[in-house]
């Protein structure tokens, strides 16, 4: 148990380091390109380098929500749920840590909403409470689906690392300008903790929303899709 919680420590660090990373010190520099679509890619490529590194020891979480919906289409123990939970979202913690210490050293540096996610005021693109709750909902839906699918006996073998890299990449795409996409608690849960801005108090919905959506995913593969669970 205890390489695979820090297998989880390991790869939800490296998601947020990098993800968050990528937008909290290089999207700001019109010069290196990344901007939305770079912080895209920077979220998939992590997800997927971790997926080959440590998955084959925890199953690649990374992600209480992901953790959640694997429980719920009985591909998970739910006894160790909440161990995984608590070395995500500390992985995740210490990644926005170090991270803050990296990016404190700039002298122009000013916190704001450090790569946080968040609907209203907080939005990218001002969006409503309820369209970010249902974007989140939907998409981390459909990532559940993109995983179980990916992993499933009848999917080509040693594939899902990739699936599931581009997978995060196209969700990051069509949700960064509406939450700064979370699909993942313990991402959003390191970033709010640094922002200096409203981020935490609007933390509840970027527990809620991807566990629902996770959960949905979960039952929308076993009842419909699934053919060798």
């Known amino acids: 148990m205890t390489r695979k919680l820090a297998a989880e420590f390991f790869g939800t660090f490296w998601l947020v380091f990098g993800g968050c990373g990528s937008a909290v010190l290089a999207a700001g520099f019109p010069q290196l390109g990344i901007a939305f679509a770079g912080v895209a890619l920077a979220f998939g490529l992590t997800v997927l380098t971790m997926a080959y590194a440590v998955g084959g020891i925890s199953g ?7 953790s959640l919906g694997l429980a719920v289409a009985n591909r998970f123990d739910w006894r ?6 608590i070395a995500q979202v500390v992985g995740g913690v210490v990644a926005a840590a170090v991270l803050y210490a990296i990016a404190s050293g700039a002298p122009d540096f000013k916190v704001g909403g450090f790569a946080s996610n968040g609907y209203g005021d907080l939005s990218p693109g001002h969006y409503s409470l309820f369209a970010a709750f249902l974007i989140e909902v939907v998409l981390t839906a459909a990532f559940l689906i993109i995983i179980l699918g990916s992993t499933s006996k009848i999917a080509p073998a040693g594939f899902a690392p990739i699936a599931i890299g581009l997978g995060l990449t196209l969700i990051h795409l069509i949700s960064i300008p509406v939450t700064n996409t979370s699909v993942n608690p313990a991402r959003s849960t390191a970033a709010a903790l640094f922002a200096q801005t409203g981020a935490l108090s609007q ?20 009842v419909l899709l699934a053919s060798d669970e």
Not at 60 to 66: I, L, Q, R, T, Y
Not at 203 to 222: N, S, T
């Open 80 to 85: 160790e749920l909440i161990p995984y939970w």
């Open 203 to 222: 933390l509840w919905l970027f527990w809620v929303a991807p566990l629902i959506g996770a959960a949905i995913g979960a039952v929308i593969w076993k």
């Open 60 to 66: 690649g979480h990374f992600n209480p929500a992901v």
